[in-house]
């Protein structure tokens, strides 16, 4: 085979590895002219299950990269089965290696390398080789493990590993970028519930060793930023705007000024105001359970207390009468996943619940400003699985200071390959809990005075209007001898519209629940989405109004 001929065949293969890994980097740079990356080391490394995707993401037109990181490898099995020779062939101008995890004792005699002996050997030996054939070796150290403590801190579990990867690197003078330690770190700036939406999760819980594509993203900046710190001259390779904007967590305003309209965020809640005013209060932690409820029912990730313009709240947390109901909240009733009932409603049933776990951003749009979370709904019984991530979108509504307007989008999308099926109940959804003095008697419809009322579109009480599909649910109660409403918008962009809605013929709650209507599936391909605005007045029901409210916010006109 002559030279030219070679070149050609070594071209189309490299550029398939690269095509195949989808960690190519494309651009208007000739290949022959683009720094060339390849990454090396076992699945914490890979596209699929480790950093891969995340490093290659942020490279600029003038690099690309290929990964021949391989899962289940080790510093030893990965040389003995021919894919170091596979990256020496490659001829790189830079190879990032990173080992340990499948070096540790208990991976068989194929696999393991003792930290303090053949482990180092190995890469030794890999830095020498690299460097004999003009590739810039760059060590890594191993990825952390998620072995988290009760204090939320990190137990590492591969800093024997480290150390010897440390050790190695300043013996050969080589770059190393420690990422087991900048991992530690960012794990503990996150938190085990918020670091769970980085991990894969499996039918038997949560992966703490590997990565899922958000994870990908996550640790490829610090890699990246890591490694322009052990070599700046390599910067033109990556988009530094892509870099800055991908560390994880991303920096957010946690106080916001917009007109009339105030958001501050602490370690407990967020709180929005408008007109200096208390509007609503969105809680990452569950507020403390009352004496005399059992302490299972507590939550976060929900909206209380909400207030109206006069300072009347008009939602409850912990109520004698449901202490699983919760301000503002979702949730649903009757499900299935993987032979498994769950109900995420129900909390003293102890098979699931939502809870709050991480704030994404807050934000101003427009004349708006809010706020964006995670709740994860999680199968409580062993194994503990997060089924769901739902995703809130809270916006908060300028308005004269009449009344308080904001709206809630939601996304709920399968965590699992395992679908959800959400089974048809008589409630469960988009729910809203008023105070205890509401609750009406058992009797309310003998005679005696009933201390709330809900109504909707169709003009229909909370009897006859149960399960009718509604554009708008209001319910209005007394504070202090004063009216006051909080009333629901439902879009008619949602699942099932005009959605069912279930009106409670006694107790103060009301709660949009498409799934009266029959089952349906939520799955990585059928997420399930949801828009209300929720506006609260110091007044009684004004039809006229609502249904005005609700054609301009939906852009009809009837």
């Known amino acids: 085979m002559s030279v030219l001929l070679r070149s050609f065949v070594l071209t189309l293969w490299i550029g398939a590895m690269s095509f195949g890994s989808n960690t190519t980097a494309q651009g208007e740079t000739p290949a022959s002219e683009r720094i060339h990356f390849v990454l090396a080391g076992d699945s914490t490394v890979t596209d699929d299950s480790g950093w891969g995707i995340g490093f290659a993401s942020l490279l600029s037109d003038r690099a690309y990269c290929t990964n021949l990181a391989k899962g289940g490898r080790s510093s030893r099995s990965f040389r003995d089965e021919g894919w170091w020779q596979k990256c020496l062939d490659l001829k790189p101008n830079y190879l990032l290696i990173q080992f340990g995890h499948n070096d540790q004792p208990g991976k068989g005699p194929a696999r393991e390398s003792a930290h303090d002996g053949a482990f180092r050997e190995h890469l030794k030996r890999y830095v020498d080789e690299a460097r004999a054939a003009g590739i810039q070796p760059i060590l890594i150290t191993s990825l952390t493990r998620r072995k988290w403590n009760r204090e939320g801190k990190i137990e590492p579990t591969l800093a024997e590993y480290a150390q010897a990867t440390t050790l190695v690197a300043k013996e050969k003078s080589v770059p190393l970028i420690d990422l087991h330690q900048k991992s530690i770190e960012q794990c503990e700036q996150l938190g085990p519930v918020a670091f769970r939406a980085l991990e894969p999760m499996k039918l038997d819980g949560a992966d703490h060793t590997h990565l899922n594509r958000e994870g990908s993203l996550a640790i490829g900046p610090i890699v990246v930023d890591l490694l322009l710190k052990e070599l700046p001259s390599v910067a033109y390779c990556f988009s530094s705007d892509k870099v800055k904007a991908s560390m994880v967590p991303q920096p957010y305003a946690i106080k916001i000024h917009k007109g009339r309209l105030d958001l501050e965020e602490t370690d407990s809640a967020v709180t929005i105001r408008s ?25 976060s990730g929900f909206l209380h207390p909400v207030h109206s313009p006069a300072g009347q709240i008009v939602t409850a947390t912990f109520p004698a009468d449901h202490a699983h109901q919760h301000g503002i909240f979702t949730a649903w009733v009757k499900t299935s996943w993987n032979e498994r009932s769950i109900d995420f409603w129900n909390l003293a049933g102890g098979t699931g619940r939502v809870l709050h776990q991480r704030i994404i951003s807050t934000f101003e749009d427009g004349d708006s400003i809010g706020f964006e979370v995670d709740l994860i709904h999680r199968a409580e019984e062993s194994p503990v699985v997060d089924i769901l991530r739902e995703r809130w979108r809270v916006s908060a509504i300028p308005t004269d200071g009449t009344y308080h307007a904001f709206e809630i989008q939601t996304a709920q999308h399968a965590q699992t390959e395992i679908p959800l099926v959400v089974q048809e109940y008589h409630y469960g959804g988009m729910a809203v809990r008023g105070p205890v003095a509401w609750l009406n008697p058992d009797k309310a419809r003998t005679g005696q005075q009933e201390r709330c009322s809900i109504v909707n579109d169709l003009g229909s009480d909370r009897v006859k209007g149960n399960h009718e599909p509604a554009k708008w649910v209001c319910m209005t109660g007394q504070s202090n001898g004063n009216p006051v409403s909080i009333c629901a918008l439902s879009h008619p ?23 009266v209507k029959g089952d349906f599936v939520i799955d990585r391909k059928q997420p399930y989405s949801g828009r209300y605005r929720f506006l609260v007045t110091d007044s009684e029901l004004n039809q006229e109004w609502l249904n005005n409210q609700w054609n301009d916010w939906v852009g009809t006109k009837q």
């Open 275 to 299: 007109h200096g005013k208390p509007m609503l209060v969105y809680n990452k932690q569950s507020p403390s359970v009352p004496s005399g409820i059992d302490p299972v029912y507590h939550r």
């Open 493 to 515: 962009s949602n699942f099932r519209t005009p959605q069912t809605a279930r009106l409670h013929p006694t107790k103060p709650y009301f709660v949009f629940s498409p799934c």
